[in-house]
């Protein structure tokens, strides 16, 4: 049966191990693995900028011994002009997968519907689940176990990476806290499946307006840009409310003394992140980049081993 990665629940917690797993093993030889030999090709979809999403999936589908399609939306018939599921059906017949950066999460559900290959959330406005096994992969290299870990995200609890560490994080089972003003809280019946996760992993879900309070012990500090893609407009209001829930060295200071900073990139240093906490010894940004490629390769080994 074709499975698909539109959000990070869309795998099941043993699931998301056995892809880290995998990752570990790619990451010892990145040419080792041919599974896209051919070569098979896989379409990548961007309705949105990116650096990292598009390096790394072309990179790694070249690695796998595939060919990359690059799609940009401007210069296709997406976007209005075509249907996600007419665009799937014409894809289906010539690629092996679908990779899509989009807006609306339900785009990708009706892409995900009208097709045969295996449909990934390259990030939407609600979840960014590829960035979350990088995340997690880099978490366990510098941490070893993910299970019990404290982790604390600040900022704009409402955006697709926070949403995101809801669902992986519990899957995981680490207890996960998302600080943010109320008005900027995780999605609620986001919240709740992350929840529903968490008790079956022995992981928590716990959402706070105090930072300082979230912070305390936390073994990973994470925070990602106050406008996200598509929140252009919204820029003066968002760096106003969320002023508070910057990530400074007396924030980390209430961390436990061994914890790291993650942020999926691009950063805005001065407003999310003080320079010298991303800049700083403790802060593992580059591992985590580079680990979007490994995780990944992952990913498309094992999705295409379930459609196999
Ligand atoms: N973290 C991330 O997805 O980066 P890009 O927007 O550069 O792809
Ligand atoms: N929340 C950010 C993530 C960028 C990788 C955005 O959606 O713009």
Known sequence: ???????????????QAEILDLAVELKKDRWA??????????????????????????VGIADLGGSPLIIT???????????????????????AAIVWRTY??????EMAEGTRVPVVNALSDDFHPCQLLADLLTVREHKGELRGLALSFFGDGRSNMAHSYALA???????VRIASPAEYAPREDVVADAQ??????????????????????A?????????????????????????VYKVTAELMSRADEKAIFIHCLPADRGYEVDAEVIDGPQSVIWDEAENRLHAQKALLVWLLRQAA
Do not use: C, N, Y
């Not at 529903?196 to 012990?217: H, N």
């Not at 500090?221 to 919204?234: A, H, L, N, Q, R």
């Open 196 to 217: 529903r996760i968490a008790a079956e992993t022995g992981g928590s879900v716990t959402v706070l307006t105090d930072p300082e309070e979230a912070a305390a012990g």
């Open 169 to 175: 994080g519990a899957m995981a089972g680490m207890h």
């Open 73 to 95: 939306t401007a210069s296709s018939q997406l976007g209005g002009k075509e249907t996600p599921a007419d665009t799937a059906r014409v894809l289906e017949r010539q690629v």
């Open 33 to 58: 693995d041919k599974s896209l030999a051919g070569p098979k090709t896989v379409a990548v979809i961007f309705d949105k900028s990116s650096t990292r999403t598009r390096v790394s999936f072309a």
């Open 219 to 243: 073994d990973v500090i994470v925070t990602d840009t106050w406008v996200s893609m598509g929140k252009e407009e919204e820029k003066q209001a968002r760096l106003r409310d969320l002023s």
């Open 104 to 109: 609306a999460q339900q785009g990708l559900e």
């Open 1 to 15: 049966m074709t499975r698909h990665f539109l959000r990070d629940d869309d795998i099941t917690p043993a699931e």
